[in-house]
Nanobody, 115 residues
Framework: QVQLVESGGGLVQPGGSLRLSCAAS????????MGWYRQTPWSQRELVAT???????NYGDPVKGRFTSSRDNVKNALYLQMISLKPEDTAIYYC?????????WGKGTRVTVSS
């Protein structure tokens, strides 16, 4: 069993910053890809950032240049630094990990960008 727990969401004004964290716990042989996705009630889940096993980090077009994702393989953690936040960044942000070939998701953390 694998658990992914996100934290750090909240309410922020446009132009502000937030840092999300994701902690993985459980037992496994290998964690492969890890990343962040987001979803609103009126859209499908979309890619925010993902770290592949070859060390590449890919970002979704809407967040390029504003969001930075980092992965700590020792702590089995993932972080998302978000700056210059816009109202359209409002969503529930989910942590994802492919563990031993199976996809796992956290329950999400809500980010609201509003004045």
């Amino acid at each position: 069993q694998v658990q992914l727990v996100e934290s750090g969401g909240g309410l922020v004004q446009p132009g502000g910053s937030l840092r999300l964290s994701c902690a993985a716990s459980g037992s496994w042989f290998s964690i492969y890809d890890m990343g962040w996705y987001r979803q609103t009630p009126w859209s499908q889940r979309e890619l925010v950032a993902t770290h592949t096993t070859d060390g590449t980090t890919n970002y979704g077009d809407p967040v390029k240049g504003r969001f930075t994702s980092s992965r700590d393989n020792v702590k089995n953690a993932l972080y998302l630094q978000m700056i210059s936040l816009k109202p359209e960044d409002t969503a529930i942000y989910y942590c994802h990990a492919n563990v031993d070939g199976l996809d796992w998701w956290g329950k999400g953390t809500r980010v609201t960008v509003s004045s």
